[in-house]
């Protein structure tokens, strides 16, 4: 597709259970972040997947988040035993090469509600 | 510890005058900077970068200004129009090649 696609756009789940979230990324795009904006905050760096590297997971805030990367291509977020402060926007974004210059393409996010 | 700094939540704005947004680091190491806009239910949207070479960086009514010194940069947004409404993030760049982005400031250009 043109841009970065997430879905779901909107997700509500009860305290405990599971939940993934799956980004589309640009095709050709090599580089693929994670990150979180909970409610009047800023956005929040989770993991950053480059090529065939391993990922930079600095950016987990517990051992219950993890994401993985299909073929270099689609990633999905995975939150075991959601918990209420696990309420955010989960926004992806791509870019064709890890460089400073602006090439970040953001997704729309999905908006997760805990309760 | 926030390495971006962005301590206006909030800034209004007349219609035609110029908007400044601050943003304040404190890793030298940093290499680009950038400025995203965000409206509500959409991602970030990129609107314009400087190289930490550099001091200016103009985009039609878009100027970024960035003052290494003081660990300093801002956006100049002129004229302001309605449509600029939004949240606007700072963020960084360094060798880890991940953004690290500010809490955000909300403009609001009155018609």
């Known amino acids: 597709g043109a841009g970065v696609s997430q879905s779901p756009s909107n997700k509500v789940t009860e305290k405990g259970k599971d939940v993934e979230l799956r980004c589309d990324p640009i095709?050709?795009?090599?580089?693929l972040y994670w990150y979180r904006q909970s409610l009047g905050q800023g956005l929040e760096f989770l993991i950053y997947?480059?090529?065939?590297?391993?990922?930079?997971k600095s950016g987990l805030p517990s051992d219950r988040f993890s994401a993985e990367r299909t073929g270099g291509s689609v990633s999905t977020l995975t939150i075991q035993r959601t918990q209420q402060e696990d309420s955010a926007v989960y926004l992806c974004?791509?870019?064709?090469?890890?460089?400073?210059?602006?090439?970040?393409?953001f997704g729309s996010g999905t908006r997760l509600t805990v309760v | 510890d926030q390495q971006v700094k962005q301590n206006s939540p909030s800034l209004s704005v007349q219609e035609g005058r110029i908007s400044i947004l601050n943003c304040d680091y404190t890793n030298s190491m940093f290499d680009y900077f950038l400025w995203y806009k965000k409206y509500p239910a959409e991602g970030p949207t990129f609107l314009i970068s400087i190289s930490s070479i550099k001091d200016k960086n103009e985009d039609g009514r878009f100027t970024v200004f960035l003052n290494k010194s003081a660990k300093h940069l801002s956006l100049h947004i002129v004229p302001s129009q309605p449509g600029d409404s939004a949240v606007y993030f700072c963020a960084a760049v360094g060798s880890a090649r991940q953004l690290t982005f500010g809490s955000g400031t909300q403009l609001t250009v009155l018609p």
């Open positions: 974004a791509s870019s064709l090469a890890p460089t400073g210059g602006g090439s970040y393409t």
């Open positions: 997947f480059q090529g065939n590297s391993a990922p930079d």
């Open positions: 095709s050709g795009h090599t580089a």
